[in-house]
């Protein structure tokens, strides 16, 4: 239905409004976090590297002209197109002064095909000095704002050592939607004491949310993290391949059919990535959800209510 998918996904949505294939670059904006700096919290969530969630992106070493221009060659080796969507993937990338921010996005923007701006940030980092600058951004490209949710369950969140309550995403959602600005929430499947239906429960939250789009992860768990430590000691059940196609699968059904799913299963960096193994095999996971929703003759919103 949505090409050669049962689920819409980002790449249906950006080929049906740019034309063609647009391609993510991933770039470090050289931000912190406040849950690093001492402000909520010094380690960063439970699951977080050193490198926040940007393992793939370019060195912050370099300017922001130089990263794209990397990553461009970097991506041309999988996907041939001439259009870009920025991404400022780790840490917090709306967590600096307003000039830094205007700065960079700006300077990203000026790159030759970059089309559109994605940014990665905190519900509990959104002031209104930012969200104008996001919204005259949002008038003038193509924008979208990643919230880290990760699950709405109160217990998961302390543990993960999230930093924020859930009222805090939903008052971030409310805001952005009042400046017509396209949400995109994270959601992490397998955090340990989740049950199926604690998973699903965050998925419904969200879908019911009528933000733009969302994105699900398996937890995965990576070496010289305070979760790799956690494990070790306290070892917990983890999905199986053919656990986790079953959730994404039922996730799916539960999402309305016009929220753009941006991912369902993560990356992690092989060298540092202990558990799952599985996920390395990127396309055996996909292949697996699309061969899920085909034995099923189900489909993204069949479920939806």
């Known amino acids: 239905m949505w090409d050669d998918k049962r689920y819409h996904t980002l790449s249906y949505e950006l080929k049906k409004t740019f034309g063609k294939k647009v391609i993510k670059l991933s770039l470090d904006g050289g931000f912190t976090c406040p849950n690093r700096d001492g402000t909520v919290g010094c380690r960063g969530c439970i699951f ?90 949002n008038q003038k490209t193509y924008l979208w704002v ?11 969140s302390r ?42 429960e965050s998925v419904r939250y969200v879908a019911n949310t009528n933000t733009w789009g969302v994105k699900f992860h398996m937890l995965y768990i990576q ?11 306290h ?16 996730a799916l059904e539960l999402l309305p059919e016009d929220m753009v799913v941006h991912r369902v299963t993560g990356d992690g960096k092989k060298e540092l990535l202990y558990e799952p193994r599985w996920t390395l095999d990127k396309l055996r996971v996909l292949s697996g959800i699309d061969r899920e929703l085909k034995m099923r003759n189900s489909w993204q919103g069949k479920k939806c209510k």
Not at 119 to 128: H, K, N, S, V
Not at 168 to 178: C, D, G, P, Q, S
Not at 223 to 231: A, F, I, K, S
Request: aromatic share 12%.
């Open 223 to 233: 070496r010289g993290t305070d979760l790799y430590e956690y494990y070790l000691k």
């Open 159 to 200: 543990f993960i050592r999230r930093g924020y309550p859930l009222s805090i995403y939903n008052e971030a959602v409310e805001k952005l939607r009042k400046r017509n600005i396209k949400v995109v929430t994270h959601l992490i499947f397998g955090l340990p004491h989740e049950s199926r239906e604690d998973i699903l």
């Open 48 to 137: 977080c590297g050193e490198e926040g969630s940007g393992e793939f992106t370019s060195s912050r070493a370099l300017s922001i002209e130089e990263q794209i221009e990397e990553q461009k060659k970097l991506m041309g080796n999988k996907w041939s197109t001439d259009m870009y969507i920025a991404y400022f993937q780790n840490f917090t990338n709306t967590y600096s002064t307003y000039e830094d921010l205007r700065e960079k996005y700006y300077k990203a923007l000026l790159q030759k095909g970059v089309v559109g701006l994605a940014i990665a940030t905190r519900p509990d980092c959104l002031p209104d000095r930012v969200l104008d600058l996001l919204e005259e951004i």
């Open 146 to 156: 990643e919230l880290g949710l990760q699950t709405i369950h109160e217990k998961s």
């Open 235 to 250: 070892p917990f059940p983890i999905l199986s391949r053919d656990e986790y196609i079953s959730l994404v699968a039922d």
